[in-house]
């Protein structure tokens, strides 16, 4: 057994001495990208009516020559929890609208917000996007009737990412992204006030020259906060409770009322 | 100033709320209506998810209606017993009504039968009512004395078996129109979150016949406990009751009530039929337009659990 551990530990460093000879001596050090929230919840207070969020992070290794010509881009993307979302569609029949077509996506992010240092489309081509799945417009929507046309699927895969977009669950800050020196940047994500609650993850993707280099990540847990955390929680987990609760509320304002305001 | 709503999940404005509960109250206290038929619709229209205006409409009938139980109580204007037999009844059909809300929310049809069932149900209450009360209007400005309904006249609902006696109410009928009137009244108390006063209080009167003057506060009494009833089944099974707003809604609507039955003692019974009748015209005309206009978005998202 140990002798097994001994060789695979030799084998590593053969492996990784001679891979890292000619990286050294032809390439410079591969840049890196980290982030850090300053906060890891957001709370959700009675007064919330969204919340731009800040998110700092840094360069590793930057080259000076590229820094300068303003060659690196950073796009940084705050995903909410995914859920199944249903799209529904209203026809006309007999003159009244109705729901009738609908088509149900499977794990949706509730919310995708992002900011970037210059507009999508002048960050890297198309083609990468897609395969890093960035941007609202390249997200992937699992249909869970697979059996469905393509061009139902894409229909409402459209309405969907069109009515996140209006509701402001989507969004993109173009600009959102700024570098405070070569290697430090400060990062503005929009959080809407219907942001949904749970754990939402950042992720920041480094761009050198049009091409990917490099993603970090971090977690952050948004939260209703306090009084109305409360009220969720014992909503859904002493229904029966809450239920008697808001039926004895009424009774006590309806009786109140009458002593305060009594006018017979 | 805003608040959040934390089970609409969305920021309103407080004194919207508590200025749409006064003036619904102020008008209920006028009319002698729970005010449910106003309240749903407009929280509806104020972007309130369908499915959490009626599960918290229920909610705050039952302050309006018990402030305006309490009244009747020490007035003696209640019949307990006829209010109980009717409540035997709300009970069943507000259970069948639960089950078909759940049914039509999972169906994405939920907000459409809400539509139309308050389409059709203000629309021919309101209609009747205007007819009525017009042709009252009319009959007291001809200087014809009204026509009284005698209190012997019966029609086919007093040779109906199972007969039973309500003491308060100078009552003898049998038990089975009782019973499914109030189970009418259930079911649409928790489909549309509304008391039903609107169509008990004209049922009691002219379908059994019940002297006016016990009329509301019996129909108030049945109204708490199928909307209390409702509530609590909307909270355990769907999570939709708001207390934050229905204490909103609540605390604006036992103020105006107050107000709004002082003013109504200086109008004439016809005159107040005949405004109440426009109101719930209105409403119903404002439904039926949303029904037909095309909306600004053909789709909608919702959960799949939940609506």
């Keep these: 057994m140990a002798g097994a551990r001994a060789f695979v530990a030799a084998a590593w460093l053969t492996l990784s001495v001679v891979a890292a000879l000619p990286a050294m001596a032809q390439t410079p050090p591969v840049e890196n990208i980290q982030i850090g929230l300053s906060t890891d919840n957001v709370s959700i207070t009675a007064d919330f009516s969204g919340a731009d969020l800040t998110i700092f992070g840094s360069l590793e290794n930057a080259d000076p020559l590229v820094a300068r010509r303003g060659r690196y881009d950073v796009i940084?993307?705050?995903?909410?929890?995914?859920?199944?979302?249903?799209?529904?569609?209203?026809?006309r029949v007999l003159g009244i609208w109705i729901n009738l077509e609908?088509?149900?996506?499977?794990?949706?992010?509730?919310?995708?917000?992002?900011?970037?240092?210059?507009?999508?489309?002048?960050?890297?081509?198309?083609?990468?996007?897609?395969?890093?799945?960035?941007?609202?417009?390249?997200?992937?929507?699992?249909?869970?009737?697979?059996?469905?046309?393509?061009?139902?699927?894409?229909?409402?895969?459209?309405?969907?990412?069109?009515?996140?977009?209006?509701?402001?669950?989507?969004?993109?800050?173009?600009?959102?992204?700024?570098?405070?020196?070569?290697?430090?940047?400060?990062?503005?994500v929009r959080l809407a006030p219907n942001v949904p609650v749970g754990t939402h993850k950042a992720r920041a993707f480094l761009f050198k020259s049009g091409l990917f280099i490099k993603e970090s990540s971090a977690q952050l847990e948004i939260r209703k906060s306090g009084f109305e955390q409360s009220i969720f929680r014992v909503a859904h987990d002493y229904s029966f409770l809450y239920g008697v609760f808001a039926v004895s509320l009424a009774m006590l304002t309806g009786w109140l009322g009458r002593l305060v305001f009594r006018k017979d | 100033m805003g608040i959040y709503l934390p089970?609409?999940?969305?920021?309103?404005?407080?004194?919207?709320?508590?200025?749409?509960?006064?003036?619904?109250?102020?008008?209920?206290?006028?009319?002698?209506?729970?005010?449910?038929?106003?309240?749903?619709?407009?929280?509806?229209?104020?972007?309130?998810?369908?499915?959490?205006?009626?599960?918290?409409?229920?909610?705050?009938?039952?302050?309006?209606?018990f402030s305006g139980a309490l009244s009747h109580v020490k007035r003696g204007t209640l019949d307990f017993k006829l209010g109980g037999v009717l409540l035997a009844g709300g009970i069943v059909g507000s259970t069948a009504g639960i089950f078909v809300f759940g049914f039509l929310r999972r169906l994405g049809q939920l907000d459409l039968f809400i539509s139309l069932l308050y389409v059709v149900l203000l629309g021919t209450v309101g209609g009747l009512m205007l007819v009525e009360s017009v042709n009252a209007l009319r009959a007291t400005r001809?200087?014809?004395?009204?026509?009284?309904?005698?209190?012997?006249?019966?029609?086919?609902?007093?040779?109906?078996?199972?007969?039973?006696?309500?003491?308060?109410?100078?009552?003898?009928?049998s038990v089975i129109p009782v019973l499914g009137l109030g189970a009418g009244i259930g079911f649409l108390s928790s489909i549309m979150g509304v008391g039903g006063g609107f169509i008990m209080v004209p049922a009691l009167i002219y379908l059994l016949k019940v002297p006016t003057n016990v009329?509301?506060?019996?129909?108030?009494?049945?109204?708490?406990?199928?909307?209390?009833?409702?509530?609590?089944?909307?909270?355990?099974?769907?999570?939709?009751?708001?207390?934050?707003?229905?204490?909103?809604?609540?605390?604006?609507?036992?103020?105006?009530?107050?107000?709004?039955?002082?003013?109504?003692?200086?109008?004439?019974?016809?005159?107040?039929?005949?405004?109440?009748?426009?109101?719930?015209?209105a409403v119903a005309i404002r439904l039926a337009i949303d029904l037909f206009v095309t909306p600004p978005n053909l789709y909608s998202l919702s959960g799949v659990d939940l609506g």
């Design chain 2, 142 to 173: 001809s200087g014809a004395a009204p026509v009284l309904k005698k209190p012997g006249q019966h029609n086919w609902i007093h040779r109906l078996p199972l007969k039973m006696r309500f003491r308060a109410s100078k009552l003898f009928v």
């Design chain 2, 7 to 65: 089970i609409a999940e969305i920021s309103v404005n407080v004194f919207v709320l508590l200025a749409m509960g006064a003036a619904v109250g102020f008008l209920s206290g006028m009319f002698g209506v729970g005010g449910g038929f106003l309240i749903t619709p407009l929280l509806i229209f104020y972007n309130i998810p369908p499915a959490i205006a009626v599960a918290t409409g229920a909610n705050q009938v039952i302050a309006s209606s």
């Design chain 1, 102 to 188: 609908s088509e149900t996506f499977e794990n949706v992010p509730v919310s995708y917000s992002v900011a970037t240092t210059r507009p999508l489309q002048d960050v890297t081509d198309p083609n990468s996007y897609k395969q890093l799945s960035l941007g609202a417009s390249n997200l992937y929507m699992q249909p869970a009737d697979a059996g469905d046309s393509p061009a139902t699927i894409q229909e409402f895969t459209a309405a969907l990412r069109e009515r996140k977009a209006a509701t402001g669950l989507y969004s993109e800050n173009v600009g959102g992204v700024q570098f405070l020196s070569q290697n430090l940047f400060r990062a503005t």
């Design chain 2, 215 to 281: 009329v509301i506060g019996t129909s108030l009494f049945q109204i708490i406990f199928t909307s209390a009833y409702t509530t609590l089944v909307h909270a355990t099974t769907n999570q939709t009751v708001d207390v934050m707003l229905a204490f909103l809604l609540m605390a604006g609507g036992v103020a105006g009530a107050q107000y709004g039955a002082k003013a109504g003692q200086r109008l004439r019974g016809e005159q107040l039929r005949a405004l109440l009748a426009l109101l719930v015209l």
């Design chain 1, 76 to 91: 940084v993307v705050l995903e909410g929890p995914a859920r199944p979302v249903v799209v529904r569609r209203k026809d």
